[in-house]
């Protein structure tokens, strides 16, 4: 008869589920495993801030400092950066999605809180924060008056703000990490 396939090489539902489950755990492996690596990398772009970028900005004139970190605000706008930055803002989405839908799942809870942690202490801090500090340094010249008096208070709060968003970043990473080996 028309469509009839000889014995043995019927449609076999279970081994098809079975091969679906895998490529989905092996692309959720995947997506957690970036989402580590790109946490840790740009957890390190800021812990660099934290521990000497920052200090030796302040060690400059305040306004060699505040033409200084104008630039770097400039020139940080890079593809490769903002790939990870912004990029891992939806992947976290899509982890934390995921995670919420097969919370039986013995790393879901561990991707949900990287994901958790990712966009609100770095990623959406950033948007709260930094990027109005940055964004009020640069609309003063630094040679201004009272250019001096924003630049001694952007550069404490910005270096204490920065602390959090390293510290999320590098959390983050660690608990996508746990994840992978739950």
Known sequence: PCGHLPQGRGLNLNSLLHTHRMAMYALLFAATLVAAIASGVVGGVFYAFSTFVMAGLGRLTPEAGHRAMNEINVT??????????????????????????????????????????????????????????????????????????????????????????????????????????A
């Open 76 to 181: 940080v706008l890079t593809p490769w950066f903002l790939a990870l930055f912004v990029g891992l803002a939806p992947l976290c989405v899509g982890l934390g999605i995921v995670a919420v839908l097969n919370w039986e799942a013995s790393g879901a809870p561990w991707i949900l809180a990287g994901s958790l942690v990712y966009l609100l202490g770095c990623f959406a801090e950033t948007i709260a924060v930094h990027i109005p500090m940055n964004e009020k340094l640069a609309a003063m010249a630094p040679e201004a008056s009272g250019a001096e008096a924003l630049w001694t208070r952007y550069l404490a709060r910005w270096t204490r703000w920065n602390h959090v968003r390293t510290a999320a970043s590098i959390l983050a990473a660690v608990l996508f990490t746990v994840a992978l080996i």
